[in-house]
């Protein structure tokens, strides 16, 4: 005989997560077990401190609110609505009750048994990520250490297991690399790598790497007839070597080599060059372990001719960018990979123009990237935001000087834009004379910022901040960074400014749980993931590094962890902003790609019910640590 309640329980449940993954069979049987519950207004379900049930519980109609008694206090802590789950974690943990439970209006709920529940964590992988999704955004103390579920902002939860992970895995390295003395001569080494059929030779003393020698030194050097081969290896050795340690990922081991420009990485005990060498790693093994190889798109770089080379490659970047992420490889080795190609595409852009210049730069100069580039976090091609410092020079030749490095930036950030860079719609570009300026000015021009914080002036550093060198002299800019700390030393309300700047963006989540949406414009309904979510972590970590003088780092994430290390008590408070920032910078490139454009507007309504509950998750770091700054600098006594 047909079960027509089981059958419009079935109707329903399919239609929501986890439910909508099962297979109609299984989820039949578990909609016939469904015990059907309807409640008045203001009924209690369960009580905090109450011993749990059997149960967990799922919305048919009405709404149910979560509250905690804190200090007599009764808090609102969560509304639940049609197709919600909630009652999850006690009869998971067989703990206590953590909330109230009470209908807010007329409510039907139904009932499902826990060990239907385990069925579920045990039979269907999807289900599985939901319900520990579910069960982490309502954890009594998500910052607690020894939480198995961090807010869900944990990236290794969203990994699959049937993912090419190679990018993350240990790179597989020569355990007996070809070695020899700094007394061998450069015959006998070249005599060594024939008989071993090998392309390289490390040169060592006391059982640490000194040097090496590759099969392109004994042509450039030995075959050219530059230096005799009667001479010792130190001759022509590359040194000092760069060595790495034994768990190296190849994600890893590829950003080294394309930062530093080798295809030879030493393995050593401890990574570092005094220590025992332990093997080497190079470009072919990675090759070999990795046949999507950013290597591979730099080596094109440097043979690059033209600047529709360069818009090939960093098209050809994207459609690695698209591959990574649908490999859910994660996105901290996402993001060094793709800014180490955007930096050496923009890099080979300035020395295009350099070369077509009539005459060499009159004095030192450096190239500033500023924003999400300077911080290494623009994975999608977005507008450019650049900057130009040149070495001071006596009055007579400032306007000449000037000129010169003008038609320089004006060069390259045309360059950049054919190559699929935007002009900045607000020309924060080097090309612009305001950003274009001398050691001094540069320094004047923050001193102004950080003394007069007027609104502008505070937006500007929120901009200018987060600056990194790309090309050019080093000193100029350590100069620059040197008097920025100067000046907020001296001035050091100007964090205060700049906290309450941090605290400019609303909550991304209304009082009931709705996402914060705008009001307006032609995104008008849609959630802002740049300014909602990203945005004040970005500013929070700013302030705070800031705070405690720590110096060239702008990576968001790298931010964090040095918070974390410097204030131990809020350790995991940080630990979690830096995973919330993860996945928010994860999903605004996945959808940019999936939309082709910056990602920044999420429409609510395409977005599944575990992705909002994914989102949710990642929301609760930044109340906190917007709550954090507001206690540290007394930002509601500042006017």
């Known amino acids: ?173 020569s355990k007996h690399p070809v070695t020899c003395l700094p007394t061998t001569t450069i015959q006998e080494a070249a005599q060594i790598m024939c008989t071993k059929r090998v392309g390289s030779i490390l040169i060592v003393k006391n059982k640490k790497p000194v040097g090496i020698i590759t099969d392109k030194d004994l042509r450039i050097k030995i075959a050219t007839g530059l230096i005799s081969i009667g001479k010792n290896v130190t001759e022509i050795m590359s040194s000092p070597v760069i060595t790495a340690p034994e768990k190296i990922t190849v994600a890893e081991a590829q950003i080294s080599m394309i930062k530093n420009k080798i295809t030879h990485l030493c393995i050593t005990k401890d990574g570092t060059p005094n220590s025992e060498l332990i093997g080497l790693l190079s470009e072919h093994d990675i090759v070999v372990l990795h046949g999507n190889n950013p290597s591979v798109l730099v080596k094109e770089l440097k043979r690059a001719k033209d600047v529709n080379t360069l818009k090939y490659i960093r098209d050809k970047t994207s459609d690695l960018l698209n591959g990574y992420i649908e490999q859910n490889i994660p996105i901290i080795f996402v993001s060094k990979i793709i800014s180490e190609i955007n930096d050496a595409i923009i890099i080979k852009a300035i020395e295009f123009s350099l070369n077509e210049m009539e005459n060499q730069p009159p004095v030192k100069f450096g190239w500033l990237t500023l924003g999400s580039q300077g911080r290494k976090e623009q994975l999608l091609i977005t507008d450019q935001d650049n900057a130009l410092i040149f070495e001071d020079v006596p009055t007579k030749d400032y306007k000449k000087t000037k000129n010169y490095f003008l038609k320089l930036a004006k060069s390259v950030t045309d360059k950049l834009h054919i190559i699929g860079y935007d002009y900045c719609p607000a020309d924060m570009m080097a090309s612009n004379p305001k950003w274009c300026l001398s050691s001094t000015e540069w320094k004047n021009q923050f001193n102004a910022w950080i003394t007069q914080p007027t609104e502008k002036a505070i937006m500007m550093c929120t901009i200018f901040f987060d600056y990194t060198l790309l090309y050019g002299d080093t000193n100029l800019v350590s100069n620059m960074t040197e008097s920025i700390f100067k000046s907020i030393d001296s001035f050091d309300i100007f964090l205060n400014f700049l906290a309450k700047n941090a605290l400019l963006s609303k909550p991304p989540l ?36 800031l705070a405690h003088n720590i110096k060239d780092v702008n990576n968001t994430i790298l931010r964090f962890q040095d918070l974390a290390e410097a204030e131990p008590n809020n350790k995991e408070l940080y630990l979690s902003c830096i995973d919330s920032f993860k996945i928010l910078l994860r999903y605004r490139t996945k959808q940019g790609i999936k939309h082709n454009d910056s990602g920044r507007y999420v429409g609510l309504n395409n977005l599944s019910k575990a992705e909002k509950l994914k989102l949710k998750g990642c929301f609760k770091p930044i109340k906190d640590i917007q709550d954090l700054l507001s206690v540290r600098y007394n930002l509601a006594q500042l006017s």
């Open 510 to 545: 209304s009082f009931f749980r709705q996402f914060v949406v705008e009001h307006d414009g032609e995104n008008k309904d849609q959630f802002d993931l740049k300014s909602r979510a990203l945005m004040p972590l970005t500013d929070a970590a700013r302030v705070l590094t």
């Open 1 to 173: 005989m047909k079960n027509t309640i089981a059958e419009r329980i079935y109707d329903f449940l399919k239609n929501f997560p986890p439910f909508d993954v099962l297979e109609k069979e299984q989820l039949l049987k578990i909609a016939s077990q469904v015990k059907v519950t309807y409640l008045e207004k203001d009924t209690f379900i369960f009580r905090q401190a109450e011993n749990p049930g059997e149960n967990f519980y799922v919305v048919k109609d009405g709404a149910i609110g979560l509250t905690r008694i804190m200090d007599g206090e009764e808090i609102l802590v969560d509304i639940c609505d049609e197709g919600d789950i909630f009652g999850l974690r006690s009869p998971i943990q067989n703990n206590h009750y953590l909330l109230n439970a009470k209908s807010k209006e007329e409510s039907i709920l139904y009932a499902i048994s826990v060990d239907i529940l385990k069925e579920i964590i045990e039979t269907n992988d999807s289900a599985h990520k939901f319900l520990i999704a579910s069960y982490s955004t309502n954890i009594r103390a998500p910052y607690a250490n020894g939480s198995n579920a961090q807010l869900f902002a944990n990236e290794d939860v969203l990994l699959s297991n049937k993912s090419n992970l190679s990018d993350i895995q240990t790179a597989k390295y």
